[in-house]
């Protein structure tokens, strides 16, 4: 198994929290590095899904996100029913991880790209899909029944968020311009993409050991929780692959997609559509536990797991 | 020189738009807001990334204004949100303004 090497650097922020160093990434700098990332990300798919006629994609679009409804609800019931956490943890949980990680899809991208594994170019569209319906399902499952939610606010919050702005707004100037009309601008968005995911995983390895005391508060059930999941998640990403029939890469980046917790749109969204949620059970299990567990495991598990399903057919 | 309150809240970074919302509406001429760093009950509130920082916002105004905000953003944020809030007297040049 080869190794992805932005993943070291992810390392070496987790040592640099854990030895309490003076390394500190400012938070202006994690901004910048998080809209370069989705931007470019937003670009290379729009690029990407030039290609492809968009009615061909609907069918496929529509199945992935009514699947993937399925993570929350079940996150909901599992964490609620088993765990027996209260219903605002529960349902704020469970939105962090019908959500999607922006990150943990840059990284399995390139971890497939050095594969020399290919992935349907507009997984970027299924990645925009899936980051905000699972939100609303979480309000919707902390709120049944009782308390007013300021449903404006949190529309706002996550469709005109940075997340979706950038994505969506990256895709469509990619369509647009397309490959040729993008080239000016390859140096810095496509050229120097690998660069900034290590400089934001750095950043991220740092955050991530910040949160280390967060998981003591977790509990047993939810560190468990938070790798059970994931893989959970990830098998039906690649049964959903196989049903709209993806290739092998595009059936990883998928589960991928699928197992991913978010930690950018979710928490802020999170806080303010359910502030009773305690925002360490969280963020402590979507980024503590599951958030490394992908990039170290998961990826290359999925990815795996992918090729053998694709060698039975 | 004319006597005021100062009010400074202290809060999570993922409330500034809704605080803005609030204090302009409670009547609030104008407000700074900076980001800040720190710790206490909900735990180091580093800045390291967006859930983790801290703004603080103040705001000049009378005392009646000053209990007013305090009372309301009590009685709102207080309860799940990290807050903290406090009123100094303080000397401004323009009581107009304020």
Same mark, same amino acid.
């Given at each position: ?313 | 020189?004319?006597? %005021?309150?100062? *009010? ?10 809704? @605080?803005? +919302? &609030?204090?302009? #509406? ?18 180091? %509130?580093?800045? *390291? ?10 705001? @000049?105004? +009378? &005392?009646?204004? #000053? ?32």
């Amino acid at each position: 198994m080869s190794f992805e090497p932005v993943i070291l650097f992810f390392v070496l922020g987790l040592l640099a929290g854990v030895v309490r160093s003076d390394l500190k990434i400012p938070g202006v700098l994690y901004e910048s590095l998080s809209i370069f990332l989705l931007l470019a990300i937003g670009l290379k798919g729009g690029i990407e899904l030039a290609s492809y006629p968009l009615a061909s994609i609907a069918g496929p679009a529509l199945v992935v996100v009514l699947a993937a409804m399925l993570i929350p609800l079940a996150a909901f019931a599992i964490l609620s029913r088993a765990g027996r956490l209260a219903r605002p943890d529960a349902a704020s949980i469970a939105a962090h991880y019908g959500s999607v990680s922006v990150v943990t899809f840059a990284v399995a991208a390139s971890f497939l790209a050095r594969q020399g594994e290919a992935a349907e170019g507009y997984l970027v569209v299924f990645l925009v899909l899936l980051e905000f319906p699972a939100l609303v399902l979480g309000v919707v499952l902390a709120r049944r029944g009782a308390g007013e939610t300021r449903w404006g606010h949190l529309l706002h919050e996550v469709l005109a968020g940075k997340s979706i702005v950038l994505l969506v707004g990256g895709l469509l100037i990619g369509w647009i311009a397309g490959a040729e009309g993008i080239k000016p601008l390859d140096r810095l968005f496509l050229d120097l993409f690998k660069g900034v995911l290590a400089f934001f995983l750095l950043e991220m390895g740092l955050v991530v050991a910040s949160r280390f005391a967060d998981l003591r508060r977790a509990g047993p059930f939810l560190l468990g929780f938070a790798i059970a999941m994931p893989v959970a998640a990830g098998l039906l990403g690649l049964f959903t692959a196989q049903l709209i029939g993806l290739s092998v890469g595009g059936a990883a980046l998928l589960a991928t997609l699928y197992a991913s917790a978010s930690y950018i749109a979710a928490p802020a969204a999170m806080r303010i559509a359910i502030p009773e949620a305690n925002p360490a059970l969280s963020i402590g299990a979507a980024l503590g536990i599951t958030f490394p567990f992908n990039l170290l495991i998961g990826i290359p598990l999925y990815h795996g797991l992918a090729v053998r399903l694709a060698g039975n057919v | 020189m004319t006597p %005021r309150k100062l *009010l400074t809240i202290i809060c999570e970074a993922d409330l500034e738009r809704s @605080l803005a +919302d &609030d204090l302009s #509406a409670l009547g609030a001429r104008g407000f700074t807001i900076t980001d800040a760093r720190g710790q206490g009950a909900h735990g180091a %509130r580093d800045g *390291l990334w967006p859930s983790a920082a801290n703004i603080r916002i103040e705001v @000049l105004c +009378d &005392d009646h204004l #000053a209990s007013a905000i305090a009372e309301s953003l009590q009685a709102r944020y207080y309860e799940p949100y990290a807050m903290v809030i406090f009123i100094a007297d303080v000397l401004v040049l323009r009581p107009g303004k304020f």
